[in-house]
């Protein structure tokens, strides 16, 4: 059985350093797109520590804070979870931010898996991780959702259907990301080493015609495009987001984004605008002050 949930429920918290430097914030931005206009103030905030106000660091750096392939993701050594790379999917991610993020840190990640969902042929797998700062206090809180084809039926509990979904009227704001065809090999180098973003053989293996990108990285452009239209790039005034991972998305595709403004934050869904607007990120939203 390749998943023992009571095993991997009942383990103790694993404790991992999360060790970052400025360099490690540039790369990752880049990794999302960021300095694309090389000479935009606006973006040289994410890529340029000689910014005037300072390297700018977008809360969802804190997933790959540390280069452990994701803060939150040590799923894959857990007690409990052995499982195939090729028949995982990412299918959830929310953070919930304490503190700005510094551009570098020694910190430590907190990991425990609270839960494993039946949902039949597949399982879900739901780990919570608290990234703390070098003074001991939360930085920011993840919780995310690891999608195992072929983990399920050992007859548990389907779990709670979590949903947001976007108002019925046209969007406030629509956005189109584009992507290169690299980018996938580059957002890699940020810690995330699953052959199925890179080798063509584990991407077919996985029912794909060529590697996709990390999901993670998609959600990354579409809080940074909020935080720089909507919160005029100030990253440090974001208080949380969250999203589900509706579907793949190709490297060097364009990524359309559908902006709604409520009260109780931004809504938003993502789309391949190539593929006939095939869902990438649904029940997203962005919060802030």
């Not at 809360?59 to 409990?80: S, Y």
Request: proline share 7%; net charge neutral; charged share 20%.
């Amino acid at each position: 059985m390749p998943i023992d949930p009571a095993k991997a429920v009942a383990a103790p918290p694993v404790r991992t350093p999360a060790v970052w430097d400025a360099h490690a914030v540039r790369l990752y931005h880049l990794a999302l797109g960021a300095g694309a206009r090389e000479t935009d103030p606006r973006e040289l905030r994410y890529v340029y520590e000689g910014h005037e106000r300072g390297l700018t660091v977008l809360p969802t750096f804190g997933v790959v804070a540390g280069g452990t392939g994701g803060v939150g993701f040590q799923v894959f050594d857990h007690p409990g979870i052995d499982v195939d790379l090729a028949s995982v999917l990412h299918g959830g991610q929310e953070i919930t931010v304490h503190r700005p993020l510094p551009a570098a840190a020694r910190g430590t990640a907190v990991t425990r898996v609270t839960a494993v969902h039946d949902k039949g042929r597949a399982a879900v797998v739901v780990q919570e991780s608290v990234l703390l700062g070098e003074d001991g206090a939360p930085l920011l809180a993840q919780r995310n959702e690891i999608f195992v084809r072929g983990g399920g039926g050992f007859g548990g509990d389907r779990g709670p259907a979590r949903r947001t979904p976007a108002p019925d009227r046209a969007p406030d704001l629509v956005l189109e990301l584009p992507t290169l065809r690299q980018q996938a090999l580059l957002y890699r180098l940020t810690g995330d080493w699953n052959p199925l973003h890179a080798d063509p053989a584990t991407a077919r293996r996985a029912g794909y015609d060529r590697p996709v990108l990390h999901g993670l990285c998609t959600f990354g452009m579409a809080v940074k495009a909020v935080t720089d239209r909507l919160y005029d790039g100030d990253a440090g005034a974001v208080t949380g987001c969250r999203t589900r991972f509706a579907g793949v998305f190709f490297p060097g595709e364009t990524l359309r984004l559908r902006l709604w403004s409520t009260d109780g934050g931004h809504l938003l869904t993502a789309t391949a605008a190539d593929r006939d607007d095939a869902p990438v990120l649904t029940d997203a939203l962005v919060t802030g002050r």
